[in-house]
């Protein structure tokens, strides 16, 4: 039964095409007061098994499912902005930055 499955679209697949396996300078996040926090330098963006993965000097700092996610390109366009809910249904940011 798993030939005929539909697979559900990704929203933006153009944005998430042109982003993955970039190299990154660094990517950020926004905390709960407003200040934006450094989670890695020199990463990548990689996807795999349906899940978005970013990477940055060895270690993973950010997971989501790519069903679940909205991502956008900033209008400086040298870099992708993902948006998605974590486990308690918080809505979560993060900002990556393009070499």
Known sequence: MGLFRKTPKIKNQA???HAKH???KYVTARD???CEVV???SGRINVKDRE???SCEGK???RCEVDQMEIG???SRDG???MTTDAQGEPQSVVCYFV
């Open 15 to 17: 944005v998430l095409d």
């Open 22 to 24: 970039r190299l990154l």
């Open 32 to 34: 709960a007061s407003g």
């Open 39 to 41: 989670l890695g330098r």
């Open 52 to 54: 978005l993965i970013i």
């Open 60 to 62: 993973d700092v950010f």
């Open 73 to 75: 390109e900033l209008l």
């Open 80 to 82: 992708v902005r993902i």
